[in-house]
């Protein structure tokens, strides 16, 4: 299980988080904590819009935040008519899964794990059919809000949300 914490992050050589900027998005799995009351800590996966149901709140619009910001959102929303003094952490406990087709064995979605390339996204798959072509692939990428497909290394690394496409290859 990858976990990813708006509070830990590991620092880049720039001095950034480096998993700061993941934006959350349509199944991804949150483990929310509210420290006092723990009644309120949940395990949520955001529905097809980005959102989930909390006790007392309600729907919460998650969709394109960080997890900073949603432990911001959350204290804005139970403070003060709720607790005096919340403390809310936000984990990712998994990601979005991204979504293999074309020249695979077995195209469907599989879950993300952080770090993998695009060959490991085929070998996940059960591998290229004898007509995969082997030396790249093409992503459309789930934040890219025109929906290009782009050609990508098969070296490169897979985002969560990816649609991967391996072309056929002309013999």
């Given at each position: 299980m990858l976990v990813i914490s708006a509070s830990a992050y590991a620092k880049d050589d720039f001095g950034e988080t480096a998993d700061a900027s993941y934006r959350l998005g349509a199944g991804d799995k949150l483990q929310i904590d509210v420290f006092n009351p723990p009644?309120?800590?949940c395990e949520y996966t955001l529905d097809?819009?980005?959102r989930f149901t909390m006790h007392l709140i309600e729907k919460v619009e998650?969709?394109?935040?960080?997890?900073?910001?949603?432990?911001?959102l959350l204290v804005s929303k139970?403070?003060?008519?709720?607790?005096?003094?919340?403390?809310?952490?936000?984990?990712?406990?998994?990601?979005r899964?991204?979504?293999?087709?074309?020249?695979?064995?077995?195209?469907?979605?599989?879950?993300?794990?952080?770090?993998?390339?695009?060959?490991?996204?085929?070998a996940i798959a059960g591998g290229y059919t004898y007509r995969g072509k082997k030396?790249?692939?093409y992503v459309i990428?789930?934040?890219?809000?025109?929906r290009k497909e782009v050609k990508m290394d098969i070296n490169s690394k897979v985002r969560p949300g990816d649609i991967i496409r391996v072309a056929e290859r002309l013999f």
């Open positions: 009644d309120l800590t097809g819009n980005g998650a969709a394109n935040l960080t997890a900073a910001e949603l432990e911001a139970l403070k003060p008519d709720y607790l005096v003094n919340p403390r809310v952490s936000v984990r990712v406990q998994n990601f899964p991204y979504y293999i087709m074309g020249e695979v064995k077995r195209p469907a979605s599989y879950a993300f794990v952080d770090g993998m390339t695009f060959l490991t996204a085929v030396d790249h692939v990428h789930v934040d890219d809000p025109e």
